[in-house]
């Protein structure tokens, strides 16, 4: 990995977003005041990735790939792939790399700055950046390029900056049961289930999304989930379970969640991980007010939004 692309240039609006000021405000530092600049035959501003860090050090502006030096500009195409043509291929070799490098901080470094993008959605960086990353990790892995003490560190990694993004100042609220001001979720993975990633994703985007989400973890024994469901009145109980034992899991979850089930305190029941689809849940009378499943948290996201509301939308504090 190069330390650094000297001949990358940017426009007058990449460096005015790299810079966080307007771009009449770059135009004017590029006209003369301390902004070195060349022009294309079109007339159009080019200005050097270096000279625009080197000015925004001068001035004491900081940037969001100052933390990342040496690697400025890699990390820089990385997130222009990643936010203008929704490629991250370069965030999972760059990634890899450092990994490999012994800089895990860089990668949830990387991935933070990915979910604090306002271009990106979260649900966007789970599946489309978090989620093959990963993959690449395990298959990494299998290769023989990776140690499974590097693998851990890359769970860790991601981990790490996903909890960064589960909203702080929200404590339980022990008025919780007087008057609900926030739908509830049970968010966790199956029992004998060690893969916490994906549950994470879900507890930090329902969060997000303004829900107060009780999160057990991985290995969680199904009695638990259903423990927790009645003792907080939640309305969605969310289970992440991976191949290959997903259908099998899911089916002895919902058998057991079915025996659980009290009418009083109704719930949705949402099974999540990749490939689960082809996976058949049991059919017959069910008593949960649906049963879903989902492989993605795109496609999960927009089931939430549609029953509860999105974030901005609180239409579910008049009907909780
Ligand atoms: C990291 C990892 C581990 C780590 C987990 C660490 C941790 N803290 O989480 C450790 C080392 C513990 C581990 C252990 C094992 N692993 Co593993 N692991 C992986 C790896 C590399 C990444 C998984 C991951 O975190 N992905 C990132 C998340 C974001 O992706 P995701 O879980 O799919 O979640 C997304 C969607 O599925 C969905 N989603 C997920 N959950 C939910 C829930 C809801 C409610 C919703 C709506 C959506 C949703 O949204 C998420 C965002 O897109 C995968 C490789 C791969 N190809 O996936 C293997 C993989 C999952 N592991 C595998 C295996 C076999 C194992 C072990 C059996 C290995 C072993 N021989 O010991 C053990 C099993 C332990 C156990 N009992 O669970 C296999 C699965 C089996 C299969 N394909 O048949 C995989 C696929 C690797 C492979 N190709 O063989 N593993």
Redesign the pocket.
């Known amino acids: 990995m190069q330390g650094y692309n000297s001949d990358l240039f940017l426009t007058t609006s990449e460096t005015a977003d790299l810079l966080g000021v307007h771009p009449s405000t770059v135009k004017r530092w590029a006209d003369g005041d301390g902004l070195d600049a060349d022009k294309t035959v079109g007339g159009h501003r080019r200005i050097y990735l270096r000279t625009a860090l080197s000015f925004a050090e001068e001035r004491g502006i900081d940037t969001f790939l100052t933390p990342f030096a040496p690697f400025e500009s890699h990390v820089w195409l990385a997130v222009r792939d990643a936010k203008d043509h929704q490629d991250f291929q370069r965030i999972r070799s760059l990634a890899l790399g450092w990994l490999i490098r012994g800089y895990p901080r860089r990668v949830t470094a990387l991935f933070q700055e990915l979910i604090s993008r306002p271009d990106l959605s979260f649900?966007q960086v789970?599946?489309?950046a978090?989620?093959p990353?990963?993959?690449e990790?395990?298959?990494a892995?299998?290769e023989g390029r990776l140690r499974?003490g590097e693998?851990?560190m890359?769970?860790?990694a991601?981990?790490e900056a996903l909890i960064q993004f589960s909203p702080r100042n929200r404590l339980e609220d022990p008025d919780e049961d007087a008057g609900r001001r926030h739908p509830v979720a049970v968010?966790g993975?199956m029992e004998?289930?060690?893969?916490?990633?994906?549950?994470?994703?879900?507890r930090v985007l329902l969060e997000r999304e303004g829900w107060q989400v009780f999160f057990p973890g991985?290995?969680t024994p199904v009695e638990e989930f259903a423990a927790i469901q009645r003792a907080r009145s939640a309305d969605l109980v969310?289970?992440?379970?991976?191949?290959?034992a997903a259908g099998a899991n899911m089916r002895r979850a919902t058998e057991l969640l079915r025996e659980y089930y009290r009418p009083t305190h109704p719930y949705n029941l949402?099974?999540?991980?990749?490939?689960?689809r082809s996976q058949s849940v049991l059919s017959g009378d069910l008593p949960f007010r649906s049963v879903?499943l989902?492989?993605?948290?795109?496609?999960?996201t927009d089931w939430v939004r549609d029953r509860w509301g999105g974030a901005d939308d609180k239409a579910w504090m008049e009907s909780a």
Do not use: K
């Open positions: 649900a789970c599946d489309e978090i989620q990353f990963m993959a990790v395990g298959t892995w299998r499974i693998e851990h890359a769970s860790q991601i981990l968010v993975a004998g289930d060690h893969h916490q990633i994906g549950s994470m994703c879900i991985a290995n969310c289970i992440s379970t991976s191949p290959p949402v099974f999540g991980g990749s490939r689960i879903e989902f492989e993605s948290a795109r496609e999960f």
